[in-house]
């Protein structure tokens, strides 16, 4: 796995300002603590480059990058402390050509048509969208995507992103990933308050998968059975029954297979923002998914069971 799909996995790219490198270990710490190995340590103090080499050592299972990089020199510096990929506030050549040719990961901020051609130009198709609450947000990287979408464009969007607006970014198909100091906070780190980020980290993640109950499904042994049971949803609460070829629905949220699929009893859906980043995260948590049951619209994943049974029902996710 390369760093950007990493990092789109994470969905989420901490700009963490460390002002005591001794700190960037418990900082590093409680970032995983919540379920996240990505970080960017910005160079926007003097120990940020001591502050990669600490935790490339100390946390080895973090995923490091280089932030606020200004300069080729402080690019070379980062790269040489340990850095795995880089991030500067806009767009600079010698910097970006330097990590192409060494094949360090680079997304230089990009917020016009022209300095995404350029990042086009030099092989890059995920660029940093930034302050992105200044440039436009949203509406603005749907309007660059437009264009762009052939080319693979994607941004990652920080500046004014927060757990109260995250969700309006969390299901969008051209953003890899939101990044934002209000994930790993420098108050917070500064006062040794790291229970406080990994608090902040878990919300963050459980507002971008989104999760939601989509249906629950109802095995039973024969279409008539199943039209039956539907039936009896019909005439009681008025829900619309809906016949299909494997199940029929009573209402969008009961679905009544016509013969028994997976769980003892049958299953419940899960609708997520991104099934891939999901899987990510639950498989973090313990769960495996059943590679079997995947299903796919062109090359994007749309449902998947997880191997685990919930209560006698297996679980499978949707995507929104």
Same mark, same amino acid.
């Given at each position: 796995? =390369?760093?950007?799909?990493?990092?789109?996995?994470?969905?989420?790219?901490?700009?963490?300002?460390?002002?005591?490198?001794?700190?960037?270990?418990?900082?590093?710490?409680?970032?995983?603590?919540?379920?996240?190995?990505?970080?960017?340590?910005?160079?926007?103090?003097?120990?940020?480059?001591?502050?990669?080499?600490?935790?490339?050592?100390?946390?080895?299972?973090?995923?490091?990058?280089?932030?606020?990089?200004?300069?080729?020199?402080?690019?070379?510096?980062?790269?040489?402390?340990?850095?795995?990929?880089?991030?500067?506030?806009?767009?600079?050549?010698?910097?970006?050509?330097?990590?192409?040719?060494?094949?360090?990961?680079?997304?230089?901020?990009?917020?016009?048509?022209?300095?995404?051609?350029?990042?086009?130009?030099?092989?890059?198709?995920?660029?940093?969208?930034?302050?992105?609450?200044?440039?436009?947000?949203?509406?603005?990287?749907?309007? /660059?995507?437009?264009?762009?979408?052939?080319?693979?464009?994607?941004?990652?969007?920080?500046?004014?992103?927060?757990?109260?607006?995250?969700?309006?970014?969390? =299901?969008?198909?051209?953003?890899?990933?939101?990044?934002?100091?209000?994930?790993?906070?420098?108050?917070?780190?500064?006062?040794?308050?790291?229970?406080?980020?990994?608090?902040?980290?878990?919300?963050?993640?459980?507002?971008?998968?989104?999760?939601?109950?989509?249906?629950? %499904?109802?095995?039973?042994?024969?279409?008539?059975?199943?039209?039956?049971?539907?039936?009896?949803?019909?005439?009681?609460?008025?829900?619309?029954?809906?016949? %299909?070829?494997?199940?029929?629905?009573? %209402?969008?949220?009961?679905?009544?297979?016509?013969?028994?699929?997976?769980?003892?009893?049958?299953?419940?859906?899960?609708?997520?923002?991104?099934?891939?980043?999901?899987?990510?995260? /639950?498989?973090?948590?313990?769960?495996?998914?059943?590679?079997?049951?995947?299903?796919?619209?062109?090359?994007?994943?749309?449902?998947?069971?997880?191997? =685990?049974?919930?209560?006698?029902?297996?679980?499978?996710?949707?995507?929104?």
């Amino acid at each position: 796995m =390369d760093v950007l799909e990493r990092i789109g996995l994470a969905g989420l790219v901490p700009v963490v300002v460390i002002e005591n490198a001794e700190d960037a270990i418990p900082a590093a710490r409680a970032l995983l603590e919540a379920g996240l190995d990505v970080m960017e340590i910005t160079m926007r103090t003097d120990a940020g480059i001591q502050a990669i080499k600490n935790v490339r050592s100390a946390v080895p299972e973090m995923l490091v990058g280089a932030g606020t990089v200004l300069t080729l020199d402080k690019c070379k510096e980062s790269v040489d402390a340990g850095a795995q990929f880089i991030v500067s506030p806009g767009f600079d050549a010698k910097i970006v050509r330097w990590c192409v040719e060494q094949k360090i990961a680079v997304t230089p901020g990009c917020v016009t048509p022209t300095e995404i051609q350029q990042a086009l130009v030099e092989g890059l198709k995920t660029v940093k969208f930034f302050p992105s609450d200044v440039y436009g947000g949203v509406k603005a990287m749907s309007a /660059l995507y437009g264009p762009f979408k052939s080319a693979g464009v994607r941004f990652i969007p920080t500046g004014g992103v927060n757990n109260d607006n995250l969700a309006e970014y969390a =299901d969008k198909p051209f953003i890899c990933a939101v990044g934002g100091g209000w994930l790993c906070k420098t108050a917070d780190i500064n006062n040794k308050n790291f229970a406080a980020i990994t608090e902040a980290v878990r919300k963050a993640i459980d507002i971008l998968l989104g999760f939601e109950v989509a249906h629950i %499904g109802i095995n039973m042994e024969t279409p008539e059975e199943s039209l039956e049971v539907c039936d009896q949803f019909s005439k009681s609460f008025s829900f619309p029954l809906k016949e %299909g070829n494997s199940s029929n629905f009573a %209402g969008p949220s009961i679905e009544v297979l016509k013969s028994k699929y997976l769980g003892a009893m049958g299953h419940i859906a899960i609708k997520t923002n991104n099934i891939n980043r999901a899987v990510h995260y /639950l498989t973090k948590r313990g769960y495996k998914v059943d590679m079997d049951t995947a299903k796919h619209k062109g090359s994007v994943l749309t449902a998947i069971y997880l191997k =685990d049974q919930f209560g006698g029902f297996a679980v499978h996710l949707l995507q929104k």
